[in-house]
Every structure is written in structure tokens, then in C-alpha cells.
């Protein structure tokens, strides 16, 4: 009954929108996918795969295929701040066009620096004209850390000179959604790492109004689009974590998903990367992985047109979607051992790690099952003394 109502309502709302005029004119998005090959049956298919990542009954995949169709009927102003472009890269650099790097070409991108032909003064008359001409209606996507305060001059953009930090400021007061893509944008991003020279900041310290964190380095295109589709479909901000994480991205652990993880319970792990276990596809912890501490999608959702991702690729985890990783995550291919690590939870001590290939942190730590420690003591293979 409540599925139905919800159904009702989410039509009534895609209804409404369909009668707003389409931004852009050239191309309908069946035009655009069957230009690029792919059938109604993939993009139904794609459509269902979306339903069920947003945590949706099958049944709303019709919704999910019609909210796509209706992405031209918002306009998206993408601002890149102090970044290296690696989040527009998950999008749009890929060696044959995804259903989301197409519907994100679909989308009306009115302003993208990387993208536009527009430089100088035109670019910045676009991005002014956009925020005017579509006030209070279009989603703000920030890709990027901001230089802030006394030191907001490291980040200057366009003919005037205006800082980052004023920028994003003025885009946000009238964005009807405000995503913060990136680890950079939603937490800071290397740019914040100690000792933090530019004083970088999250977004989220840079406006008052709610921003919807998309953390990791980087992202990926499922996950960016993701957002997208769920305020077209809901006109609403989607359930988030502690973190202003979207759920339905970041609700678990990339422990809880990963292949790896049998290997983990048994207590098979690899002792040094190019061992026999390495081979054999063995748990990654004690060469590093943080998967245990790391909340995202990763394992699930994948890159390079959904091939593979770090763990299948033989590296652990380095925690890119956790605020301040590049801090606390440290050394990449270490197991965090006897230091000290902060959660939102509190501080964990992670002194076994490096006996037995598993964190016993407290009950109220980002913990691990008690069975994989039992397995893991009595089956890590080759223990260290």
C-alpha cells in the first residue's frame, strides 16, 4: 500500500515536470542512445539496475526510465575549484559512451569549464546568465577544495579575479540542490592534508544550505548520476549519513561487499604483495586495505565501464570516501597497526591488526565481526611474531 502511494506521487510529480519546456532541443535521449547503439532493452535494463541501487522496488523502473528522459528539463552549473579534474574524468572519460555519460551529456550543463568552448569573459557572462536565468531551479554540482578565509586568494577563476570561495558562495544561494562530487569538494581532499597550506575547505564550510556529499577519489559515474536521478524523481534530498553521505551509496562498508571477504573470515590473507596468497586472490588487510573503515559502493557499482576496482585489481582499499583519508589512512599499503584511528564513532585502537590481519576496535567502533577474528587467529597462514 505505501509502495503504491509513493508510485502514485513519484508520477504526479514526473507528470509536472514533463510539462516544463526542454532546455535542450537537438536530441531526445532515445535519439541519443539509439545514435550511440544501445537498445531500449539495455537502457530498460540500466534503468532497472538503478532502481534497485537506489533501494527502489522493480516496479518503479518505468519511473526511473521516464526520470532519465526528463533530465533536460534541469539545468546542471558544474563549478571546478582547487582539483585535478578526476571526478569529470569518472564521467566522461570512458573508451565507448555509458548510459550515464550519455544522460549526462543529455543533461543541460550550463556551465562546465572543462567541457565549454566559452574562456575569459564569455565563460564568465555564462555562468552569471545561468545563475539569473535559472534561479532557484538548477543543481549546483562543486567539484574541488576551497582555499577559505585570510588565504581564499590561492584560488582565483575568470577575468574579474573572483576567489573560488566567493563563487561556490554565489552559486549556492541559488541552487535548488547542491552536490559536493569529490572527496576534495565533500571533505577537503588532499588539498586539506596536514599541514594544509591553502587552508582548503569542504563546501559544506563554505555555505550554510544543506550539501549532499559524493565523496571518493574518484567517485564513480553511477554514483554522480545516481543523485541526479533521485532529486528529478523525489524533489528531495535523499536519506544521508553522519556524514551528509547518500545511503543508498555509501550505507555499507566496502568490507561488507567485497569478493575478498570470504578469504577474510577464513583468515587467508596476503602477507606481501606478488605472494602465493596474492595470486590466489587472498584478503588484502595486511597489505594495507582499509576496506574494514570505508563506507562506499565501490566493489558494486566498479569503474572502467564497470570492469573492476582496486580490490579485484590485486591493491587494497585506501579509503578515498573518508574524511580526511589522506591523514589518517596512511601508509597506503600498511595496515593501520597500533595507530590511533577516528571515526565518528570515536577513536578505535587497531592493535592486533598487524598480529592477526583484523581490527578489534570497540562495540561502538566501525568494527569487524567477532567471527572473522576467531578465523583469522586461527587461520592467517603465516603469523608474525
Not at 539569473?132 to 590561492?154: D, N, Q, R, T
Not at 576496506?291 to 580490490?311: A, D, K, L, M
Request: hydrophobic fraction near 40%; aromatic fraction near 8%; include cysteine.
Amino acid at each position: 500500500m505505501e509502495h503504491a502511494k509513493l508510485y502514485e506521487r513519484l508520477a504526479d510529480r514526473l507528470s509536472n515536470l514533463e510539462k516544463f519546456p526542454r532546455i535542450k532541443e537537438e536530441k531526445s535521449i532515445a535519439a541519443l542512445m539509439e545514435e550511440h547503439g544501445i537498445s531500449r532493452r539495455d537502457f530498460m535494463k540500466w534503468a532497472a539496475g538503478v532502481t534497485a541501487m537506489l533501494s527502489l522496488p522493480s516496479t518503479f523502473t518505468p519511473l526511473m526510465a521516464q526520470a532519465a528522459e526528463l533530465t533536460d528539463r534541469l539545468p546542471v552549473i558544474w563549478l571546478h575549484m582547487a582539483e585535478c579534474t578526476g571526478c569529470s574524468e569518472s564521467l566522461l572519460r570512458t573508451d565507448a559512451p555509458t548510459i550515464d555519460s550519455l544522460i549526462f551529456d543529455h543533461i543541460s550543463l550550463e556551465y562546465h569549464e572543462t567541457l565549454m568552448v566559452a574562456c575569459g569573459w564569455q565563460a564568465e557572462h555564462n555562468l552569471e546568465s545561468a545563475i539569473e536565468k535559472y534561479k532557484g531551479k538548477y543543481i549546483l554540482m562543486v567539484e574541488g577544495g576551497i582555499p577559505a578565509g585570510s588565504s581564499e586568494f590561492f584560488l582565483t577563476v575568470g577575468p574579474h579575479g573572483q576567489t573560488g570561495q566567493a563563487s561556490a558562495k554565489k552559486a549556492s544561494e541559488s541552487a535548488a540542490a547542491i552536490f559536493a562530487i569529490g572527496s576534495c569538494s565533500s571533505f577537503g581532499g588532499i588539498q586539506a592534508a596536514h599541514p594544509n597550506p591553502t587552508n582548503a575547505q569542504p563546501l559544506s564550510k563554505i555555505t550554510n544550505k544543506p550539501v549532499i556529499n559524493v565523496p571518493g577519489c574518484p567517485p564513480s559515474e553511477k554514483n554522480i548520476v545516481g543523485n541526479v536521478l533521485h532529486y528529478i524523481l523525489f524533489g528531495t534530498l535523499p536519506a544521508l549519513d553522519a556524514y551528509n553521505r547518500p545511503k543508498w551509496a555509501y550505507g555499507l562498508r566496502i568490507h561488507d561487499l567485497c569478493e575478498r571477504r570470504g578469504h577474510f573470515d577464513a583468515g587467508e590473507f596476503v602477507q606481501e604483495f606478488g605472494d602465493a596468497g596474492a595470486k590466489k586472490g587472498f584478503c588484502l588487510y595486511k597489505v594495507g586495505c582499509k576496506g574494514p573503515y570505508t563506507f562506499n559502493n565501490c566493489s558494486r557499482e566498479r569503474f572502467n565501464q564497470h570492469t573492476s576496482w582496486p580490490v579485484q585489481a590485486g591493491h587494497g582499499c585506501i579509503g578515498c570516501s573518508e574524511p580526511g583519508f589522506w591523514d589518517n589512512m596512511g601508509p597506503f599499503e600498511e595496515p593501520l597497526g597500533d595507530k590511533l584511528y577516528h571515526t565518528v564513532y570515536g577513536d578505535g585502537a587497531d592493535k592486533t591488526a598487524d598480529k592477526v590481519g583484523v581490527a578489534l576496535l570497540t562495540a561502538t567502533a566501525v568494527g569487524i565481526a567477532a567471527h572473522a577474528a576467531i578465523a583469522a587467529v586461527k587461520g592467517s597462514g603465516k603469523t608474525e611474531e
